[in-house]
């Protein structure tokens, strides 16, 4: 019943930014629980940030200092600052529940960082 949209990836050279988008629609989602995670080529997918609430967010030792994740509850949206971005960082990302999935994963939205 729950659809999850994501958007805003792209190519970028290192060390440049990307803010990615996830809109959830239906009345089931929870809007203050949310997590991000990443899928590369040839490896699992992997939880990169995840808000259940004010006071309890976390990040991927691999993205702190340099992601953000964030929540506007009136929008139903979740979101993914990314910034001085790394090749490594090249993936799918996808939204979904704060280390599980609690809903139908979306098509994600390609993150490319490259010279």
């Known amino acids: 019943q729950v659809q999850l949209v994501e958007s805003g990836g792209g190519l970028v050279q290192p060390g440049e930014s990307l803010r990615l988008s996830c809109v959830a629609s239906?009345?089931?989602?929870?809007?203050?629980?949310m997590g991000w995670y990443r899928q590369a080529p040839g490896k699992e997918r992997e939880l990169v940030a995840s808000?259940?609430?004010?006071?309890?967010?976390n990040y991927a030792d691999s993205v702190k200092g340099r992601f953000t994740i964030s929540i506007d509850s009136a929008k139903n949206t979740v979101y993914l600052q990314m910034n001085s971005l790394k090749p490594e960082d090249t993936a799918v990302y996808y939204c979904?529940?704060?280390?599980?999935?609690?809903?139908?994963w979306g098509q994600g939205t390609q993150v490319t960082v490259s010279l």
């Open positions: 979904n529940g704060p280390g599980y999935p609690l809903y139908a």
């Open positions: 239906g009345s089931m989602v929870k809007v203050n629980t």
């Open positions: 808000i259940r609430s004010r006071s309890s967010i």
